[in-house]
Every structure is written in C-alpha cells, then in structure tokens.
C-alpha cells in the first residue's frame, strides 16, 4: 500500500524522500521551498544536461550477480530516455533538472525464467529534487508469475477483501461512534490511525518489547490519545457551541498539525513492523499468520464492541446519546461523561486498528490519511452512525477495494471505492447516514 | 349568516362553493406513524379558514406536503384547479401558494430589508447574466423596495429595516416572515402558527393585516393553538386529530363540537373550547 | 541570516503568480462557501480540471493555447454539472466529503498508468504553454522594480495573473450586490426558506459550482502556465485545505478577503520557513534539520486553520454577522 519509495540510503536521505513525494507540489505550490529559486525563475527551457552534475543510476542484480542487457526507461518533466545495464548489471543516466523521474523496467529484456521479485512494481522512483544522486533498484529472482486461474484470483481478492474490510471496519467503528454522539466528522480520525500504527512500532521495534505487550500499551497510548482530544478541544468548543460544520473545518486542521507532528517526531520512512510470522498457504491463498491472527482479533474485537453496544448500560447509553442527545440528557444520561467514553473507546479501537495496519501494510505517518476516505466511505455507506453500520460499509468498501483489482488497473482500487460510495449517495441523497431532516 | 362556504352540510372532508385546494387521499408515514391521513379536504377561496388540532396531529406536515416540502405516500392534490401532487416546493410558490413556517426561517446573516426583497418573484435581477448589469435591474429594485417597506410599517418593522434579521426577537422574526411571504402577492397563504410569541398588542394588528389579506381577496390557511384568535378571524375551521379531519365548520359550531373537544382534551370535558386560551 | 533577503522573498511572494493562481481558487471558493454555503472540499479538482484541460487541448487536441483555456473552462462546467447535478441536493457534510471524494478519484485518474497516452499518468504533462509568452508584448530585457528583477515574461506572467485577480474579483463584486447575490446568501442562510419564496435553489447552487469552478479553472491554468507542467500530485487534498485557510484567513463573504488572505498567508509563510530556517543554521533550533523546518510550515497552516475557525470565522475583513458557520 502505497510505500513510499525510499532507498535505505541514511535516515536523512530517507526523511527527504518521503517527504518530497508528499509535498513536490506543494513546495513548489506555495513557492515558499527550502529552495528560494523553485519559482522565481520560471523558465520554459530545460537545463542543458551536459552540465548537470544530476545521476539516476542502479544495479540490476539476479542472486547477487549483476545482469547486462537490461533496459531500463527514465522519463521525468522533459526527460525521456532509456538505459542498458553493463555486466556488471550496473547503469547510470545524467538527468537534467532536480526533480522526480520515473524508472520503469523492460520486461521484454529480462532473461528466460527471471522476473521481478517484486512482480507488482515495475516502475520506481528516483528523486534528484533534494540529493544529486538516487540509486534504483530492481531485484530479480525467479519468475513468480504463475498464470492463476479466474477462480482462483478471485478467491485471493476475496481474501484480501475481507481482510482489508476488518481493518477498516475496526477504524470505522471509531468514526461512527463520534459522528453518532457529536454529531463531527472527524477528519483527524486518518491521523489516529497512524498514530496507533507509529505507537505500535515504537513499542514493538523501538523498545523491542513482545508484541502482545506492545499492542496493550499502543491501545492504551491510543484511548489515552483519544481522551486527550476530547478534553483539550472538542469539549471545550462544544462549550463554546461552535457549529458542527466549523468543527469539521477545525478538524481538518488537526488532521495536518498531527500529520506533521508525527512526520517531524518518526521521519518519513516507512516502518517494519512485521515481525517474523510464519507464510500460511491457504488453498490458492498465500498470506501469513500475522494475517490470519489480525482477521481473527479484528473479528473478536468487532464482537466486543456489538456487545458493549447491546449488552452494557454505556452501551446501550451511547445508543441512547446517539439518536437523540436533548432526549438521552433529559431522561438523566450525563452525556458529556458518555462522548467521553466514546472518545476513549474510539481512540483505543483505531489505535488497534493501526497497530494491525501497521503489521500487514508497514506503518508511516501517511498510514491514516491515506485511508481516512476509504473509512468515510465506509460509515457513510453502513448508515446511520451504527456500529453495525460501519462494519457493514467497510466490509464493502474493503471488498471493492479488492475486488476492483480484477477488471481495473491496481492504482484506480481507491478510486472505485469512492466511486461506489457517491453512487450510493446517489440513491439515498439524505445519507444512509443521516435520517431525513425534518422541515419546518 | 348565509353559508355562502359550504355545499349541503359541513362535515369532514365536505364539498365546498369555491375551492381553491382540494386534496383526497393524503397519506404520510413515518416509520411506523401515520402522520397525515386525509380522505379528503377543501379550502375554500377568498376565506380565513382555521387548521385546528392538538400538538402532533399532522398539520404541519400536512403543510409540508401541500406545498412540496415533503412527499406524500399517496395522494393527490388540485390548487387552483391544477394539479400540483408532485410539484417542487418552489414552484408550487410560483403559482401563488406561499407558506411561513412554524420554526421561523427568518434569514439571519441578512438585513430586515433584504429579507423583504427577496420576497419578491420574477424579479430580472435574479437572473445570472442580467445580474451584472444594475441598470437592468435597478428600477424593478426601486418597485420591490418600495413594496416592502410599506409592508414592513404595517408589520411595525420599518424602525428595523437595516438590521440583521438574526438580531430581531422572535416574535419580530415571526412577523418578518409573514411580511416577506406577502411580497409575492400570494393568492394563498398558509401560515404556521402565525401568533406563536407574537405579544398581544401586536397580534391584535396582526389580526387586522389578515382580515385586509381577506379583503384584498388573498385566501388564508393558518395554523394556530389559540382559539380566541381563531374564533376571531376565521371564516371557517378545520379540526385534525391524529392525521385526519376529524370536524370541520363554522368557528361557533366547531368549538362547541364534541368530536373536537374530545380530542383536545380526552373524552371527559365539556368545556367550549373558545374560553380556553392557548390551548397547548 | 540575511535578513533582507528573507524580506525580499516573504515580499516577492505577494505578487507571485501561484499566489494569484491560490487567490483566484479562492475567490471560487469564496462563491461557492462565503456566498451560497457550499461547503465544498474538491476545489483542487476544479483546477486540475482547468490545468488538465487546457495541456490536454494543447497537447493531444492540438488546440492552439487560448482555445485550449476555451475547452479547459467547458471541462469545468462539465465537471461541475457531473459532481453537482447528484450531490447539490446532499447535506451539508454529506457535500463535502463527496466532493473530497470526487477530487481524490479524479486525481486517481490522471494518475493512473491507464490513461498516461493523454494524461502523462504519474508524470503529468509539459511543454503546452510556450503560446503564452509568444503573445507577450512587454520589450525584451530586465526590469527593476525595487525590490525584484524580473524578466519580460515574468512581468507578462504577473501581469495576466493579477489582472486576472481583479477582474475576478470585481465580476464576484456586481455578481454578490445584484438580487443574484441575494438569493446566493439567502440559501447560504436557509435554503428552505427560499424555496419557499418561489426560488429554484438547486439550479442557483449549480451556477453557484459553475461559476466558482470557474474561478478555481482560471487558477489552475495559472498555476501550471506559472510552473510549466501539470503533475497529478499538486491536487491533493492538502491543495484544497490551503485554499480553505486561504479564504477564511481574508475572509469567506467578502470580495477582498481572498486576495488579501492569499497574499498574507504565502507571505507569512515564506517568512516564518524563512527564519525558522535561519535560525536553524545559527544553531537555534539544534533539534530541528532544514527538512523539519519546512514541515513545521504545514504545522502551522494547521493551526492557524483550527484557530481561525474557532476564533475568527468571520476572517480578517468579514463582517461576523455577515458570516456564520450554519449548523
Ligand atoms: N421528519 C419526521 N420524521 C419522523 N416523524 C415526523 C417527522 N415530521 C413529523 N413527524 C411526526 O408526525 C406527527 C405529526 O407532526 P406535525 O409536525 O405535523 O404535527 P403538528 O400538528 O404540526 O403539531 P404542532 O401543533 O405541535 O406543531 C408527529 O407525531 C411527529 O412526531
Ligand atoms: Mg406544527
């Protein structure tokens, strides 16, 4: 999902990575770059490469031996050329300008029986924008690309599907529950997320502690991180009755400042949290244990949350806080005290549902954004502000996501989610979250 | 006096002379509530005709649904003759059936005065293209403005003109927005309790400004609790209960009616309602 | 530090063709939220279909420049009529992560490798605006304003974008004192309240996407003729929430704000990287390095984003009883 492409160069060269894909427009967009000259000289002429000191190059290695004969295609903004490894399987082309170019790999020119080790990403990136060197690579290995039959993919998709759709359900049950009993769309919602995929990894890698030990104190950090937000802001602009769409606009401007936070605090590399799960073989699925472990504790921890909702007298409180506040509050719920609980359970269920994110898809501080609308999608298709809801429209969304796959190009999966999610709207223009308002 | 209203006797749901709505089959259900289930209904033109009906009984739905606010389960509906089942709310305004509403929609984050202005239909100005051209649109300006402030003494709000709507009083925001409802020279007007906090002194002009609507022969459908006002100024008086038109005549005969007693207040009072002030 | 320089670039920034380029969104979004209550999260698809537009009719219809500009702006009407004709009858929270969602899925697909034969995929498209400064009538030669040096075709840029800028902002000015405008507030306040009056609000609202969209195409088209190629990766959602802190920094209901928002943020932004990043290289700041300095500027449009909001939704210049959030 979405790597940043960074070479393992240094922590430096790393954080600089990340952070020119993200904000390549934007630094030059707002012209107010580390770079003081990004747009006050607006030339329409490139540069003359024979005097750019600017290098894009790699090594082409299959087993450890670099392999000649390969091309490889580099284009960027007014670039366009093509590479041959020498035998030693090395390249390397002068480039123009400081920017991002494009490395695609022929495949035609590989040798018989060789492929991608990665056979997903045939195109990489190769940022000159801040350093004056980036190194690609491409490792080989033996083909895996093995022809799978209809059913068979479509049983992998599946498979993913339901596995993305309980990420995203545990998520989403965080962002129901708030819209419920507050009535805000949290756009901040991306940014716990991540928050809870970082904790995790701070506690599991950093701090090296066993994982069950560090997912109890991410979800922790979590709800604590949650309660936190509702006591520092949300209670005191409810006070204030600051109306519910200038909250949306104040979230938003949360989402960044933690988005930044975490950027500036972690780096921008993409994290390893893996661990060292045993591969599964399920049929013509191949996943791992850590896999199938999150798909179970996603499942149980969706049960639980249906429980306390039923079962418990918060629960059923919350429900209560959620159809009709002024009502719940007059028949003597404190419900200040139950958004409260709601912000703590919230927090704890999205930090979990970081954590598991974190695990199967690595973690970075863009983890959550780069899903939040993939979880609006999904509460706004369930309906209703309900936990069941959510848990309803993630499953959708995360089989659409994965499904999509099969008939579209892989980088329109989000597009189709989103694309479903206005169709829907489409149909029930009140929302399926929001019941008709009443007039007059 | 003469029954110059009703044809053969008044009942639920009677034909009238000179009907200006007439509706059959209405029905509106939420969830598991019928809340408007009318079998059949006349208002007659040129009168002041009272809807009546405990709290919750459907009038303002039925409102909603008359004039496109909301849609019906089943039912159809003539004004003026056409039929309108179906027609969007503001284009149902167009033909002349202008509604207030009973939780005021006063324009806040705007002037009184152009609160009044844009009360006025068909004016060239709201057009996109004509609307950068102020010597397209001025004289008509000119026209609307001065209609409104006339309005706007009537209504006692001409020392208002200037300030925003969201600064008025709700009694105030309640005359503003029959004030601007009249811009448009309805030929009918629904209003949905008009009187709500509106102070006695004031609704005794108010009641005047209706009665001039009657004679200016703009016909009146109001929604009101209190049952002096309505045996005051209407002509007629319709009584809803739990959705439907349970009575229907003469403000004398339907207070004293035991059908509309019962459903004001249960089965054991005998009570004429007229003594009964806000009757909530 | 070089304190002047520091200066100059925080100033250069006032008259900056992006800066124009923000403003004009700005003054889009100002119609569709200060004006009509729209609350509209997908302006940076307004642009990118102005940008993609006009390098598209350059490009692979071979449209000579202006009438490409031409085809931008019907793109944006068809884009705005597509994503209003199902969504302008949504609530108002519904509108806005829908129009979030529009954008997203349209930057998807100029991203997208499928389509890469017109839309230049992950790369984006150059070499469309060479027309541009073919039509230039500023002499050749180097031109010293004080502060700045600038070029003949960098005069020529500022002077098309800030003309631009005002023409806009005086057609927003007749649009918004016209009963035009008045029915714009009106549903910005209640939109059932002036349904009741007899007004079509959802063909108002649709102008209302229409023309705002087209503010924002306009400010696209700068944007790209100012940096010389499209890529996908500048519309992100963090390009609309910019236009957003844009627009509620100068106010959302009034004709100046944007262009005063615009041109404050870009300038207090390039100030405040600016000396943050002296102070870095003083040694000020020693837990920070240069890249950190930078992503303390987003920091900060956060911020000031949440504060404003809160504490001054009116803007710099608006009225606050002009300008309320609605529910
Ligand atoms: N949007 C809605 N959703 C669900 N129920 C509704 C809705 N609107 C009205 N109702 C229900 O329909 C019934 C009739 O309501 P309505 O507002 O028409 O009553 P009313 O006669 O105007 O009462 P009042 O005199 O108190 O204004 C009530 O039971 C109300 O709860
Ligand atoms: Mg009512």
Not at chain 1, 194 to 198: N, T
Not at chain 2, 49 to 54: D, E, W
Not at chain 3, 107 to 118: A, W
Not at chain 3, 239 to 243: N, Q, V
């Given at each position: ?11 430096v060269?790393?954080?600089f990575a ?8 934007l ?7 580390a770079?003081?000259?990004s747009?006050?000289n607006?030339?329409f002429?490139?540069t ?10 790699g ?15 580099v284009?960027?903004?007014g ?10 399987g090395k390249?390397?082309l002068?480039?123009p300008?400081?920017q991002?170019?494009?490395?695609e ?6 040798p ?17 924008s ?7 690579l ?5 083909s ?5 039959s ?5 049983t992998i ?5 339901l ?10 049950i965080?962002?129901s ?8 769309n949290n ?5 716990m997320v ?5 904790m995790?990894y701070?506690f599991?890698?950093i ?12 979800i922790l ?7 936190f ?10 006070k ?12 938003i401007g ?23 799960f045993?591969a ?13 472990w ?20 918060i ?12 009502l ?23 930090g979990?549902s ?18 939040l609308?993939l979880?609006f ?5 369930g ?11 993630a499953l ?28 829907v709207?489409?149909?029930r223009?009140?929302?399926?979250l929001g ?6 | ?14 034909k ?7 509706a059959?089959?209405?029905t ?7 809340a ?6 006349e208002?007659p033109?040129?009168?002041i ?6 709290n ?6 039925l409102?909603?649904?008359?004039t496109?606010f ?17 027609v969007?709310?503001y ?6 059936m202008?509604?207030t509403?009973q939780l ?19 004016q060239?100005?709201e057009?996109?293209?004509?609307s ?10 000119a ?7 006339d ?16 600064s008025?009083?709700?009694?105030q925001r309640?005359?503003?927005e029959?004030?601007r ?11 949905d ?29 109001f ?8 045996r005051?100024?209407s002509?007629?008086v319709?009584?809803m209960?739990?959705g439907?038109?349970v ?9 004293k009616?035991?059908a509309?007693?019962d459903?004001y ?9 007229g003594?009964m002030?806000?009757?909530? | ?5 520091t ?14 380029a923000y ?12 004006y009509t ?21 350059v ?5 000579p ?11 944006v009407?068809?884009f ?22 529009s954008?997203?899925?349209f ?12 839309t230049?995929?992950s790369?984006g498209?150059s ?7 073919t ?6 030669g ?5 502060l700045?040096?600038?070029t003949?075709e960098?005069?020529w ?13 005086v057609?927003v000015?007749?649009?918004m004192?016209?009963?035009w ?10 939109e059932?309240a002036v349904r009741?009056?007899?007004k079509?609000?959802?063909w108002y ?11 924002a195409g306009?400010g696209?088209?700068?944007?790209v003729?100012?940096?010389s ?5 500048t519309?992100?959602t963090t ?5 957003w ?8 209901a ?9 041109m404050?943020f870009f300038?207090l932004l390039t ?8 102070l870095r290289?003083?040694?000020w700041l020693?837990?920070?390095?240069q890249?950190?300095?930078a992503?303390?500027?987003f920091?900060?449009?956060?911020l ?11 803007g710099i210049?608006?009225?606050k ?5 609605n529910a």
């Open positions: 999902m979405n790597q940043l492409v960074a070479s393992r160069v240094t922590r060269g790393l954080l990340a952070v020119a894909v993200f904000f390549s427009a630094i030059s967009g707002t012209g107010a770059s770079a003081p000259t747009h006050t607006i030339s002429h490139n003359d490469p024979s005097v750019s000191q600017l290098i894009v190059g090594t082409v290695k299959n087993d450890g031996k670099g392999v000649a004969g390969i091309k490889l295609h284009t960027g903004q670039f366009d050329d093509i590479a041959t490894t020498d035998e030693n390249w390397q002068v480039v300008t400081k991002k170019y494009k490395v790999i022929d495949l035609t020119s590989l018989k029986g060789v492929g991608l080790r990665d056979p997903n990403v045939t195109v990489r990136e190769a940022d000159v801040v350093t004056d060197t980036a190194a690609v491409f490792p080989l290995g033996k895996t690309r093995v022809i799978q209809f059913g068979d993919q479509l998709r599946l498979f993913a599907g596995n993305l759709g309980l990420l995203l359900a545990v998520a989403a965080g962002i529950l708030i819209f419920g009993t507050t009535g805000l756009f901040a919602h991306g940014e991540s928050f809870g995929a970082l995790g701070t599991a890698v701090f090296n502690l066993p994982l069950v030990v560090a997912g109890l104190l991410t950090a979590s709800a604590i991180f949650g309660y937000q509702d006591a520092a802001l949300w209670k005191p602009l409810r204030r009755r600051v109306g519910l769409n200038q909250m949306m606009i104040v979230s949360l989402s960044i400042v933690i988005r930044y936070l975490l950027l500036i605090f972690f780096g921008g590399e993409t994290k390893v949290l893996s661990g060292t045993e599964v073989k399920l049929g013509p699925i191949d996943t791992t244990m850590s896999t199938i999150s798909m179970g504790l996603a499942v149980f921890t969706l049960a639980g949350v249906a429980l306390f909702l039923t079962r418990t007298r629960g059923k409180a919350t429900r209560a806080v959620s159809d009709n506040s002024a719940a509050a007059a028949s003597g719920i404190d419900v200040e005290r139950i958004i409260r609980i709601v912000w703590v359970v919230a927090g704890g269920l999205t979990l970081g954590l598991l994110y974190g695990l199967q898809f690595q973690a970075s501080w863009l983890t959550g954004s780069q899903i609308l979880l999608a999904a509460v706004t298709l309906g209703l502000g309900t936990a069941l809801g959510a848990t309803v429209g959708i969304i995360g089989f659409v996501v994965e499904l999509s796959s099969l008939i579209l190009p892989v980088d329109l999966k989000y597009a189709a989610a989103l694309v479903i999610l206005i169709l709207l489409l149909v223009p009140q929302g399926v019941k008709k308002q009443r007039i007059g | 006096m003469p029954n110059d209203i009703v044809v053969g006797k008044a009942a639920p749901g009677c009238k002379i000179d009907p200006i709505v007439v059959s089959n209405v509106r259900q939420f969830g598991g509530n019928l408007v289930n009318v079998e059949h209904l208002i033109r040129g009168k005709t009272a809807l009546i009906g405990p919750g009984a459907g009038k303002t739905t409102f909603n649904l008359l496109g909301d849609k019906p389960n089943t039912g159809e509906w003539t004004f003026e003759g056409k039929n309108i089942a179906g969007s709310s284009k149902v305004a167009r033909r002349g202008i509604r509403f005021t929609k006063s324009l806040n984050a705007m002037t009184v005065i152009e609160n009044m202005r844009l009360g006025a239909q068909k060239r100005g057009g996109f293209f004509s950068l051209f102020s010597f397209l649109w001025k004289g008509e300006e026209r609307i403005t001065e209609t409104a402030d309005l706007l003494k009537r209504f006692k709000l001409d020392a208002k003109r200037e300030d925003y709507a969201g008025l009083s709700g009694g309640k005359l503003l029959m004030a409802a009249l811009m448009s020279k309805p030929s009918l007007i629904m209003l309790e008009p009187m709500a906090g509106v102070n006695p002194a004031l609704t005794q002009s108010l009641l005047e400004h209706i009665k001039g609507l009657k004679a200016g022969g703009t016909t009146v459908l929604v009101e609790h209190d049952m002096h006002m309505v005051h100024i002509d007629w319709i009584v209960a739990e439907k038109v009575a229907e005549g003469e403000p004398n005969v339907v207070m009616d035991q509309v007693i459903a207040l249960g089965a054991h009072h005998d009570t004429d309602l003594t002030k806000k009757g909530k | 530090m070089d304190l002047l320089l200066l100059n670039l925080s100033i250069s920034e006032l008259v900056s063709p992006l800066t124009a403003i004009l969104c700005a003054i889009g979004l100002s119609v569709h939220f200060g209550g729209l609350l509209n999260f997908g302006q940076a698809a307004f642009a990118a279909v102005g940008a993609y537009g006009m390098a598209i009719g490009l692979t219809l071979k449209l420049l202006l009438a490409a500009m031409g085809f931008a702006l019907l793109c009407v068809v705005a009529l597509i994503l209003g004709i199902p969504t302008l009858r949504l609530r108002a929270d519904y509108l806005a992560i829908v129009t979030i969602a954008a997203e899925v930057r998807y697909l100029m991203s997208t490798s499928g389509f890469s034969e017109v230049g995929g790369n498209l070499q469309f605006g060479y027309e541009f400064y039509w230039n009538p500023v002499p050749k180097q031109y010293n304003l004080g700045f040096t600038w003949e960098e005069v840029l500022r002077l098309v974008a800030f003309s631009l800028v005002a023409l806009s902002a057609l000015w007749l649009m004192r016209s009963p405008g008045r029915v714009m507030k009106g549903i910005r306040e209640d059932d009741s009056l007899g079509n609000v959802f609202k649709l102008q209302s996407l229409i023309i705002g969209g087209l503010f306009l696209g088209i700068i944007f003729i100012a940096m190629n499209v890529q996908p990766s519309w992100v390009f609309t929430f910019m236009i802190t844009v627009l509620l920094l100068g106010g959302a009034t004709i100046l704000g944007p262009i005063a928002g615009g404050l300038v100030l405040t990287n600016e000396l943050l990043d002296g290289a003083i040694g020693p837990f920070l390095d890249p950190q300095v992503q303390i500027r920091i900060l449009i956060g000031a984003l949440m504060l404003l909001v809160v504490f001054r939704p009116q210049f608006g009225n009883k002009e300008l309320r959030f």
